[in-house]
């Protein structure tokens, strides 16, 4: 009877201790800013951002979070969340690193939007403004942003900017267009990481040395391929991932692009799309000098297996691990003498029922300063998205690799890089599910570049303004 | 007999005081009906404001039911109010917890509880430092008062430092701030009210007087220990399952109210055209309107061709994956099963080491399972495509062959990406379908086999007139099980394949083209079409599974 009251107390007490160890942790690490999601009502196409509140003495907790590639990240945005808790009066930071193997930052994030228990700011990839803001869940800041002493829209990269100052409902961009939806993070853009010690085996001509002799083009990039493929059967002069971005930069080279230049309609079949599509096919098809296409290029360029190796500045923690030596390079020059290169961004985003909106555009403000985005850009992984020789200095001493000015030009006015952006006239992951496999079909061999041509635009027009 | 009379007139009290409640109970929920209708209460959409509504109409027609019942002193009455009082109760604890923050919370017990675990530890160390008496008794009564004094003060310390650790204090005051504020109090009243109710009409002289029966008493427990079960299922499946069947008939999008479409969802998942071509590579824009439809696949006959168009291609194309890998997977993960429970059967030396570790694929992460099988498969250099190279190089200097090494490339080509998923997916069911098969063959009387042996029955004929037929049920539950479970293909495919949906589509299965559709097109509503056709989909072949198997079924009773 006693054992039996014992074990009864201590099954309550273990009960009891559960509830308030996990109400401790909220006391600890104070309570989310958003406790309860507000009463849903007719959601406005643009979310203005509230009536600025009464000023409080009161502690506000906020939540935020952004997308690490590793752990290193991981540290280093804590590290800056401790910082900026402490800078930042009246404000109490949770850091929250997001998406897991087994769960994708971007629909981990979309589920608690929905739930309405996603952080106050948290960063979204730029091809997903539109989506968040034209459903009303990212805050329009523009206001918050006007009433900010010092606020400037052009400190940023404009691409970027661009497209977080569109309004939907004027189709108006820029500082007075009346919307903010964020502020970019950090940029990026593609280089050829390079093994060279494969190049200098094959004999051939060192990209690097080209690119500053303003030789460094298709047909140049083609040859290296193809020297450095003739040292074996399982050595590859080229190795992309498969998604938009490696195949993209080919057609912008060549002239073409995904959409039209209001981005309102599909030019995937231009004979400039077309031609830069058919390059890219060649590279697969006919000279075989890449990886599988749809074969993960990062293993075996990482074993040494791979001369030329396309991929953004976030590969450079990893590629840092490698036994051989290895720099990077611009991509080469298209028939139009630019690279056709993408300027990556994403931006840091105040969820639209944050209970404080003030504070937390406080907090995306100081999640971009130079000095945030020089400790970030200094793991190697990210450029900073201010406009700033400063910034751009700090950046090219976070070698290796050496030529880190490859990035620079990247994103240079020279090289027209193409920013990454929404569809705010459509919906961009549908666009991407129709375009995906069928340059997919074309780079495998089972589709032909005119069967692409002659049937993607029906298909892929029914995304704009569904 | 003075006892008795009081007793009497304590449980009239409480029932003159159980039928107010009744009526107070009836008012309160029918003013809770007209709350959401009224801006009492604010909710997001009338599907909320219907429930809400439909299910206080309900609690208040049984309140006053349930007084009239009381009033008649019928027991009926006493079932009523318990049932309403209970389920209130369980509401009122809930909104107590959510608004005490504990299942926000939950998500930091992790860390909060390990922290204290340590000094769990030492309460536990503590325990086991008194019991010591019982199990080595001391000859010194000295020694043995010792032991427990300090037996109780370690687990006394542990247990302290546990909850500082824990942060149990923190969280007492954290959790009674939070509940101070109107939704707190009420939901900590309705607690000690709807608990209070309870506990009276719990009491056995009330039970008495409304004329309850054993089996009555029975009957309230048995509920009452089926409850959480019970409440959890209807809360967590049964809602959500029947909210999806609401959802698929509006354009939810999970933020923003949804509108009412009707069938619209469902009309366009089945919008389809057949049309004949006139040459084989006629193109779709041709001979259906471009607009709305798009070309699923097209079959070539003579000079001419069938198109087969869909106003959404991906469903089809995800149907066609998902029933090719329902054809592949299941007799591969079912027929080794079967083969291998024979092997493993026997009673050679180490079948039971080998019965675990057949079954551990079972038990691995499916996520570290496909990752591991994406290093496998990488066509460059992966160790499956590494090993063929080898073999290929054997064979052909050993007897001067020239095989071509194919170098497969197992997830990036369409024609073998598919099959890619299959043999993960049949290795990893396999083993637990081994199990079940052998559970039944070790319920196969062993006389059977040896009247065959005496009838001069061979192996092979044994296995084919005995093993299989007595199987038949094992069979059957293993075949159904593992179709809908195949039906449902989605893990693997999603973390093995990158895109999920494979070189041009080749792997987007129903699951998968439904999650895409709900949780990153934000088509909600069109998602729970696609879930529903699913449902109808495997709720048809289970039922053909479950008509063949009555058919063919000759040993059941």
């Given amino acids: 009877m006693k054992k039996s009251f014992i074990f009864k107390m201590l099954s ?344 404080h909106p003030e504070e937390a555009w406080k907090l995306v403000q100081a999640l971009t300063t130079a000095q945030t985005q020089g400790e970030v850009a200094a793991l190697g992984a990210n450029i900073p998205s201010r406009v700033s020789q400063e910034a751009l200095d700090a950046f090219l001493t976070f070698t290796p690799p050496a030529n880190n000015q490859a990035f620079l030009n990247g994103i240079a006015d020279a090289a027209a890089p193409t920013a990454e952006g929404p569809l705010w006239a459509g919906s961009w992951p549908e666009f991407d599910k129709i375009m995906g496999p069928a340059i997919q079909g074309v780079l495998t061999g089972a589709t032909t570049v005119d069967a692409f041509g002659t049937t993607i635009c029906d298909e892929a027009n029914k995304v704009f303004n569904q | 007999m003075t006892k008795v009379a009081s007793l009497d007139a304590r449980t009239n009290q409480i029932l003159r005081l159980q039928v107010i409640w009744r009526v107070v109970f009836a008012v309160l929920a029918a003013a809770g009906t007209l709350a959401p209708w009224i801006g009492w209460v604010t909710l997001a959409s009338n599907w909320q404001k219907i429930l809400v509504s439909a299910l206080l109409l309900v609690a208040t027609l049984a309140s006053l039911i349930g007084a009239r019942q009381l009033t008649r002193r019928s027991h009926a009455g006493r079932l009523v109010s318990l049932t309403l009082d209970y389920l209130a109760f369980v509401t009122c604890a809930v909104i107590t917890l959510n608004t005490g923050e504990i299942f926000i919370g939950i998500d930091a017990l992790g860390e909060t509880f390990g922290r204290g675990l340590p000094y769990l530890g030492i309460a536990i160390a503590g325990y086991f430092l008194g019991a010591i008496e019982d199990y080595y008794p001391q000859r010194n009564l000295s020694v043995t008062t010792s032991l427990k004094t300090v037996s109780r003060w370690i687990i006394l310390g542990g247990f302290v430092l546990f909850l500082w650790q824990v942060g149990a204090v923190n969280g007492l005051l954290y959790f009674l701030g939070k509940l101070a504020q109107p939704k707190g109090f009420v939901a900590v009243a309705g607690i000690l009210v709807f608990g209070f109710s309870l506990w009276s009409m719990m009491r056995p002289e009330v039970a008495q007087a409304l004329n309850a029966k054993t089996n009555h008493e029975q009957i309230i427990n048995g509920w009452l220990f089926l409850s959480p079960n019970l409440l959890g299922f209807l809360i967590f499946f049964a809602g959500p399952l029947i909210l999806s069947f609401y959802f698929s008939f509006t354009d939810s999008d999970a933020f923003n109210p949804p509108n009412w479409v009707g069938f619209d969802n469902y009309a366009r998942i089945l919008n389809v055209r057949f049309a004949w071509l006139s040459t084989p590579d006629q193109l779709a824009r041709d001979v259906v309107d471009i607009k709305v439809y798009d070309e699923v696949g097209r079959l070539t006959l003579g000079n001419g061709g069938l198109l087969f168009a869909a106003a959404d291609k991906f469903f089809w194309l995800a149907l066609r994956n998902t029933l090719t890998f329902v054809l592949f997977a299941v007799p591969f993960s079912v027929i080794p099963a079967l083969l291998l429970s024979n092997v493993l059967n026997s009673k050679l030396p180490g079948m039971k080491f080998f019965r675990a570790v057949y079954f551990m694929p079972s038990i691995a992460a499916v996520v570290g399972i496909s990752l591991v099988w994406q290093w496998l498969y990488n066509a460059t250099i992966g160790y499956i495509n590494y090993f063929i190279t080898l073999g290929i190089e054997f064979w052909n200097n050993l007897f001067n062959l020239a095989v071509v090494d194919p170098k497969i490339q197992w997830v990036s080509d369409e024609k073998t990406a598919l099959f890619a998923v299959i043999i993960i997916a049949a290795w990893q069911s396999m083993g637990f379908n081994t199990v079940l098969f052998l559970a039944g063959l070790q319920n196969i009387p062993g006389e059977l086999y040896e009247a065959a042996t005496v009838d001069g029955a061979g192996s092979w004929a044994k296995f084919w007139g005995i093993t299989l037929p007595m199987l038949a049920p094992t069979t059957f539950y293993v075949v159904s099980t593992t179709t809908i479970q195949a039906m449902q293909v989605f893990e693997q495919v999603f973390i093995l394949m990158n895109p999920p949906e494979g070189p041009n589509n080749s792997t987007i299965t129903l699951v998968l083209y439904l999650y895409r559709s709900g949780f990153q097109n934000f088509k909600q509503g069109y998602a729970s079409a696609i879930a529903w056709v699913l449902f109808i989909v495997i709720f048809g072949l289970t039922l053909v599974q479950f008509q063949r198997q009555r058919r063919s079924s000759i040993y059941e009773g």
Avoid at chain 1, 33 to 62: F, G, I
Avoid at chain 1, 234 to 255: E, H
């Fill in chain 1, 12 to 355: 309550l007490f273990m009960v009891a201790s559960f509830a308030l160890a996990a109400c401790g942790g909220g006391a600890v690490t104070e309570a989310p800013a958003q406790t309860e999601a507000p009463a849903m009502t007719e959601a406005p196409a643009v979310t203005e951002a509230p009536a600025t509140e009464a000023p409080s003495t009161e502690e506000v907790a906020l939540r935020w979070r952004t997308r690490p590639d590793n752990q290193e990240e991981i540290d280093v945005y804590s590290q800056i969340s401790t910082e900026l808790d402490a800078q930042l009066d009246g404000i109490t930071l949770t850091y929250e690193p997001g998406g897991t193997e087994g769960a994708n930052y971007q629909d981990q994030l979309r589920s608690e939007v929905a739930a309405g228990t996603a952080p106050d700011v948290f960063w979204i990839p730029g091809t997903d403004v539109a989506d968040f803001a034209t459903r009303g869940l990212i805050l329009n800041i523009s206001d918050l942003a006007a009433q900010t002493e010092g606020f400037n829209v052009g400190d940023f990269y404009p691409g970027p900017m661009y497209h977080l100052t569109y309004n939907p409902e004027t189709d108006a961009s820029g500082a007075d267009s009346g919307a903010l939806w964020g502020l970019p993070r950090d940029v990026s853009t593609f280089a050829l990481y390079l093994n060279l010690d494969l190049i200098n085996e094959a004999g051939a001509p060192d990209p690097r040395e080209l690119a500053k002799e303003g030789k460094w083009d298709w047909n140049a990039f083609l040859d290296v391929a193809q020297k450095t493929r003739a040292l074996g059967s399982d050595i590859y002069g080229y190795g992309a991932s498969a998604w938009w971005g490696p195949y993209g930069v080919w057609l912008n080279a060549s002239g073409g692009g995904f959409f039209t230049a209001d981005r309102k309609a599909c030019a995937l079949n231009t004979p400039e799309s077309l031609q830069g599509l058919d390059f890219q096919r060649s590279l697969y098809q006919d000279y075989d000098v890449a990886t599988p296409y749809g074969e993960d290029p990062e293993p075996p360029f990482r074993a040494g297996k791979v001369a030329m190796f396309q991929n953004g500045r976030w590969a450079t923690p990893g590629v840092r691990t490698v036994d051989f030596n290895w720099d990077v390079v611009e991509l080469p020059n298209g028939p139009k003498g630019t690279p056709g290169n993408w300027l990556f961004w994403g931006a840091y985003v105040i969820n639209a029922k944050t209970a």
